[in-house]
């Protein structure tokens, strides 16, 4: 049976919230399967891990730029293919994608791996290392089940007068609508007038059956993805998306690998220049979880890919397509 997404949205939220103390639950990675996929031990007390983006994966998978390019930018720093950054990570997730890094066990609020902590702990135990990385990474899980997180990290930044040093950057799944359910308008302006802020929105498949199979989740939310999308987009934060290619089935993958690109072209001419497709690799919690669909699924991202390529060839001159996609324009 699928996720109800509504449901699990709604559970995990309370399990991982506390409003009145401004303390949200997240994941420790000590003891845990995730800890030995970790290129360095756990920091912070156990829970940050240190992650170092690398734009090239050296093999012929398109270079992934983000969130290099776009906090070198906003820090003024000069172009580099690797940035390490500081990763804080919640308890929570509502669906259960098959290639996702994190063991699902840590995506359920489990006590037993995980803190309550509020943005003003994280800040001083981030604060506390030895060279703290210019990036903050919040991650999940879903970080948007909390979407209070974004905002007191930025407050509690800017309280501090850390706003010009530090980038936050932080990914959604683009599974609910609580970004505009729960924060107030102050939040709301904060997010969207923040300097030294990107966002990403996972499009977690590039046609229903491919979301349905990767995340679990009611194959109808495939077409959500794209309105909540379209929501974020009105409100000018710098905004940029993954996509993930992995599916099932070889039928007609590049008429809908066109169809996907015609979609995100509807919500913004520029937004495919925006997107990095995600090459699916094999982390520790995926071995388990590898069954004869999800090989073939392995294979099919790369036909998919391919398809991608030629469709932004088709669409974007080499000038475009060789932009720094940070400095590519949206609201076209």
Not at 225 to 244: E, K, P, V
Not at 289 to 318: G, H, V, Y
């Amino acid at each position: 049976m699928p996720i109800n997404t509504d449901t699990l949205s709604t559970h995990y939220r309370t399990a991982s919230v506390n409003l009145g103390e401004k303390k949200l639950l997240i994941t420790n990675f000590h003891n845990t399967q995730q800890e030995k996929d970790l290129s360095e031990p756990p920091n912070c007390g156990g829970v940050g891990r240190i992650r170092h983006f690398r734009r090239n994966l050296g093999d012929s998978w398109i270079p992934n730029p983000l969130p290099i390019d776009p906090a070198c930018k906003a820090l003024g720093l000069p172009s580099t293919d690797m940035m390490r950054s500081q990763v804080f990570q919640n308890a929570v997730c509502n669906w259960r994608c098959w290639y996702c890094y994190v063991p699902f066990e840590l995506l359920s609020a489990n006590p037993h791996h995980s803190e309550w902590l509020s943005p003003s702990m994280l800040i001083d135990r981030y604060l506390s290392q030895t060279n703290p990385p210019p990036i903050i990474d919040l991650t999940g899980g879903q970080p948007d089940i909390i979407p209070e997180w974004v905002p007191w990290m930025m407050a509690e930044l800017r309280s501090r007068g850390l706003e010009k040093q530090i980038y936050i950057w932080s990914d959604d799944n683009l599974s609910n609508d609580y970004f505009w359910r729960f924060l107030s308008d102050a939040d709301i302006e904060l997010v969207a007038t923040y300097e030294n802020y990107g966002r990403v929105c996972c499009f977690k498949g590039f046609n229903t059956e491919s979301f349905a199979f990767n995340t679990r989740a009611e194959p109808e939310l495939f077409e959500q993805q794209f309105n909540l999308m379209n929501r974020f987009l009105t409100l000018g934060i710098d905004l940029y998306a993954y996509a993930t290619f992995t599916t099932p089935s070889k039928q007609q993958i590049r008429e809908d690998v066109n169809r996907f690109v015609d979609r995100l072209q509807m919500l913004d001419e520029n937004l495919p220049l925006r997107t990095v497709p995600l090459k699916i690799q094999e982390f520790t919690p995926v071995k388990q979880r590898i069954n004869m669909a999800i090989a073939d699924a392995w294979q099919n991202q790369q036909i998919a890919i391919e398809a991608w390529q030629q469709e932004l060839e088709s669409r974007f001159s080499s000038e475009e397509r060789a932009m720094n996609i940070a400095d590519v324009s949206l609201g076209t």
